[in-house]
């Protein structure tokens, strides 16, 4: 079963504006991660974030954590064509192995 | 660094035929998934191993998926027989499943369609 729901599921913007996708996922967590998917690369992190952090960036990237709506959010600023992809928050549902439950994914698409 | 290597690529079988995938990961990572992606969703977890032993099978169907890894190392992902609701891409990743680094690197995945 899936454990987080992106929102929105589909997300088309131009070259140079932000991008923002949440999560928003069920059970307490050790870590939220988020990867990106598209056909040239395959799946690959992005970045990570603790329960007890509440917000940390990445080169163009920023996610924020808020544990108390169980909800995390995705920000690409400046987005390049290269963005284009499908992205999904991944949870760990607080158990002992890192054992990820991954969302529905928000496809974005950057237009040049 | 090399990646995570996955074999074959792409496989067409008819339902009730048999497939196997092949997964060699990172060196020296002790922990590796396989995923299952059916279009439009995220990938789910079929299996979980640490070093060779099984750390979660709890959604791997078992009475047609089986899965193993040998020494430790490369793993295997066999479908018998396969249905047609078994057309995805099956991922596999590995883990060095210690802090502060949690995350999984993917290989780029067998495509499986069952006519």
């Known amino acids: 079963s899936q454990q987080g729901e992106e929102d929105p599921q589909a997300l088309s913007i131009q070259e140079g504006e932000n991008a923002t996708m949440n999560c928003s996922y069920k059970?307490?967590?050790?870590?939220l991660q988020w990867y990106r998917q598209n056909s040239g690369r395959g799946l690959v992190h992005l970045i990570l974030?603790?329960?007890?952090?509440r917000e940390k960036h990445s080169g163009r990237l920023r996610v924020t954590l808020d544990t108390s709506k169980k909800s995390s959010s995705l920000l690409i600023t400046a987005s390049r064509a290269a963005d284009t992809a499908s992205y999904f928050c991944?949870?760990?549902?607080?158990?002992?192995?890192?054992?990820?439950?991954f969302g529905t994914g928000t496809r974005l698409l950057v237009s040049p | 660094e090399a990646g995570v290597a996955q074999s074959p690529r792409y496989k067409i079988i008819e339902k009730r035929q048999s497939v196997a995938f092949w997964c060699n990961p990172i060196?020296?990572?002790?922990?590796l998934y396989w995923y299952q992606q059916i279009l439009g969703q995220g990938p789910k977890l079929l299996i979980q191993?640490?070093?060779?032993?099984?750390?979660?099978d709890s959604q791997l169907p078992k009475d047609r998926f089986s899965a193993e890894r040998l020494k430790g190392v490369d793993s295997t992902l066999k479908i018998q027989p396969a249905k047609l609701e078994d057309s995805a891409v099956y991922l596999c990743?590995?883990?060095?499943?210690?802090?502060?680094?949690?995350?999984?690197?993917f290989g780029p995945g067998t495509r499986l369609t069952v006519t």
């Open positions: 990743a590995s883990g060095q499943d210690t802090p502060p680094s949690y995350e999984q690197y």
């Open positions: 059970t307490s967590i050790n870590n």
């Open positions: 974030i603790r329960s007890n952090e």
């Open positions: 991944a949870t760990d549902g607080d158990t002992g192995f890192q054992k990820l439950v």
């Open positions: 060196s020296g990572h002790a922990t």
């Open positions: 191993f640490q070093n060779n032993g099984v750390v979660d």
